[in-house]
């Protein structure tokens, strides 16, 4: 499955954005899709993650209570909406996809997802 991210942007500490992962494979719903962030030379974090079907997400803790990962497989695309935004939540942010068949409590790890987006900046002032 291909992957583009998109929707970064800089934006005041406070404010909101909204990330879309837009999948050009077909079966979408068969692939669990997760959030990740990479700050300037740091390693991918864990951000969120979605089940194939949506009904089932899961948090880090940095993003419970302001980000809100949802998909509509109908337009092949997994959102992340991110409100109360930090500045510590500057990074490049990426959605990356594995199969639903692998073990959803794995999804934590980047290094279990195989098909990574390009990438999308978010930048948030102080």
């Known amino acids: 499955v291909q992957l583009q991210a998109s929707g970064g942007g800089l934006v005041q500490a406070g404010g909101s954005l909204r990330l879309s992962c837009a999948s050009s494979?077909?079966?979408?719903?068969?692939?669990?899709v997760g959030w990740f962030r990479q700050a300037p030379g740091k390693e991918h974090k864990f951000v969120a993650a979605?089940?194939?079907?949506?009904?089932?997400?899961d948090y880090a803790d940095s993003a419970m209570g302001r980000f809100t990962i949802s998909r509509d497989n109908a337009k092949d695309t997994v959102y992340l909406q991110m409100n109360s935004l930090k500045p510590e939540d500057t990074a490049i942010y990426y959605c990356?996809?594995?199969?639903?068949?692998?073990?959803?409590?794995?999804?934590?790890?980047?290094?279990?997802?195989?098909?990574w987006g390009q990438g999308t900046l978010v930048t948030v002032s102080s």
């Open positions: 990356a996809a594995r199969s639903v068949t692998a073990a959803w409590w794995l999804g934590r790890s980047a290094s279990r997802y195989g098909s």
């Open positions: 494979g077909r079966s979408f719903s068969t692939w669990n």
């Open positions: 979605i089940s194939g079907s949506g009904d089932t997400t």
